[in-house]
């Protein structure tokens, strides 16, 4: 599931590491369906497991995570933003409608169709 490959990532990530990681999630969903995608759930849920020392990008080579964002980048200023929000977060999680809240902390990468469907990609990087 896109919510614990996230969380482990965060947690394999080493002090002074980059951590690369190719493939694609997948997140299942019980019951009506929000809007968002996997490299949406798998960041923002790795955003509340981080320390703000951490950067985590998970994206769609194909600029297409399920809706017109390709992923999304969680820095140190998205991590207090998270955290601010924390609730609002967690129920978009739960809800798998995690396209607008990505969009609210600006955490949303937007690169327009790429041509190129190879993998999902993951860079978490702590310094």
Not at 5 to 33: F, H, M, N, W, Y
Not at 85 to 101: C, G
Not at 107 to 126: C, E, H, L, Q, R
Request: aromatic share 2%; with cysteine.
């Amino acid at each position: 599931e896109a919510k614990n490959i996230g969380r482990q990532i965060v947690k394999d990530t080493r002090g002074g590491q980059c951590l690369l990681a190719v493939g694609e999630s997948t997140v299942t969903v019980i019951g009506q369906p929000g809007i968002g995608g996997r490299n949406q759930e798998l960041a923002l849920s790795a955003g509340l497991e981080m320390a703000s020392n951490n950067l985590i990008l998970a994206m769609a080579s194909d600029g297409r995570d399920n809706t017109d964002t390709a992923g999304s980048l969680i820095d140190g200023e998205i991590k207090q933003r998270i955290d601010r929000q924390i609730t609002e977060v967690q129920s978009a999680l739960e809800m798998h409608n995690t396209y607008q809240i990505t969009l609210d902390l600006q955490a949303a990468v937007i690169t327009g169709i790429t041509g190129s469907n190879i993998s999902d990609f993951i860079i978490s990087i702590k310094r």
